[in-house]
C-alpha cells in the first residue's frame, strides 16, 4: 500500500503560480512513476502529467504544456507540480497517484490516488 497526501493547493489570480505537493508513504516511493491528474466540476478527471521513477521522464498535457512542472524528490517521498501562468480553466481538484507503468497517462493504470487539494484560479 501506498499512502498519498497532497497540500499546496488554493485561491489564486490568473496568471498566477502555486506548488503543488504529494507526500508518499508505505511502499518504497522509488518503485512508482506518480503522476498528476485533475477533475473540474461536471467533468472528467484527466491526466495532468507523470513523471519515471528515476524522475529522468516525464509527459504533460497539452493544456499545460510550458506552464506546468512535475518533479519528485525521492530522498523526501514527495512528488511536486509547479502550477504557473494559471487560467481560470485550470481551476479543479488536483490529485496525485502512483502507478508501477513507466509514465502512464491512463488513468486505468493507476493504483494508489491521494484526495486531492484544491486550485481555484479567479480571472
Known amino acids: 500500500q501506498v499512502q498519498l497526501v497532497e497540500s499546496g493547493g488554493g485561491l489564486v489570480q490568473a496568471g498566477g503560480s502555486l506548488r503543488l505537493s504529494c507526500a508518499a508513504s508505505g511502499r518504497p516511493f522509488s518503485s512508482y512513476a506518480m503522476g498528476w491528474f485533475r477533475q473540474a466540476p461536471g467533468k472528467e478527471r484527466e491526466f495532468v502529467a507523470v513523471i519515471s521513477w528515476s524522475g529522468g521522464s516525464t509527459l504533460y498535457a497539452d493544456s499545460v504544456k510550458g506552464r506546468f512542472t512535475i518533479s519528485r524528490d525521492n530522498a523526501k517521498n514527495t512528488v511536486y507540480l509547479q502550477v504557473s501562468s494559471l487560467k481560470p480553466e485550470d481551476t479543479a481538484v488536483y490529485y496525485c497517484?502512483?502507478?508501477?507503468?513507466?509514465?502512464?497517462?491512463?488513468?486505468?493504470?493507476?493504483?494508489?490516488w491521494g484526495q486531492g487539494t484544491q486550485v481555484t484560479v479567479s480571472s
Open positions: 497517484a502512483a502507478t508501477g507503468k513507466y509514465t502512464s497517462t491512463w488513468i486505468g493504470e493507476y493504483d494508489y
